[in-house]
């Protein structure tokens, strides 16, 4: 009798252990990491040359961008995370990682972000840390941000003499917002996400460039600028 009582309290404080070791956490810690592609192999400035999708020879000198309002979402159970001031500069020679901190935890299946600077804090001047205007990212003429800086030089096809390329892409009808879906994200588990940035799709899909072709390759405004956004608006960065 007193083995089956032994028995019957053993098996219910190892049930009540066990609902104990299944306790979810409230907050769960979440980084991003951003990796940088262009021809298939990882970036790298002032020096090696790679191919755009065109054919023509490119070496990146400088290459930054903003990934602003990072939000989480459980689309099945509607629960969601929106980060506050969300705005970081990404920079190939300089910080690729956001630390979102401790966030509620939840099983998250979906990513939403946006690259540039949404309107609200695109017409201030008064900003500090990523958004500071004297930072190379605030236009030194104007109110506003741009939203991504590729520079470099290619070999012009026709005269195969070196050219140099200066994509400034700014201006609110060019901040695109992304979505992306995730997997693995447990609720209570901390979780590194990495996302690469393929700078092949700047220069296509839909709208191909070829820089040899270009009236100006200093790409700022108007229909060129319009068209790289729309290029970085999908297939730019993805979840790995």
């Known amino acids: 009798m007193k083995n089956l009582i ?18 979810i956490p409230a907050t769960m810690a979440m980084d991003i990491t951003m990796e940088h592609v262009l021809d298939g192999q990882t970036l790298e400035l002032n020096g090696k040359s790679f ?4 054919g023509e020879d490119f070496t990146p000198k400088k290459f930054k961008y903003f990934i602003s309002n990072v939000v989480l979402t459980n689309t099945q159970t509607g629960e969601m995370y929106e980060e506050i001031d969300s705005y970081h500069l990404i920079s190939e020679d300089g910080n690729k990682s956001i630390d979102l901190g401790m966030i509620p935890s939840a099983n998250y299946n979906q990513l939403t972000f946006s690259i540039g600077v949404d309107e609200v804090a695109n017409g ?27 520079e470099g030089e290619f070999t012009n096809s026709t ?19 992304i979505t992306q879906p995730l997997t693995g994200v447990r609720a209570g588990k ?12 700047l220069f ?8 040899s072709d270009l009236e100006s390759t200093t ?11 729309e290029n970085y608006s999908e297939g730019f960065i993805t979840v790995k």
């Open 124 to 150: 201030k001047t008064d900003q500090t840390g990523d958004l500071d205007p004297n930072s190379d990212m605030a236009w030194n003429w104007n109110t506003g941000y741009k939203f991504l800086v590729l």
């Open 219 to 229: 790409i700022m405004f108007g229909e060129m600028a319009a068209k790289v956004a």
């Open 190 to 201: 901390a979780t590194s996400l990495i996302l690469t940035a393929e700078l092949d799709e």
């Open 6 to 23: 032994y028995t019957a309290l053993f098996s219910s404080l190892a049930l009540f252990s066990s609902c104990k070791d299944e306790e």
């Open 159 to 177: 005269t195969t003499e070196r050219q140099g390329l200066i994509m400034h892409i700014g201006t609110n009808p060019n901040f695109q917002t």
């Open 51 to 54: 191919t755009l999708p065109s």
């Open 204 to 211: 296509k899909d839909p709208n191909t460039l070829q820089l």
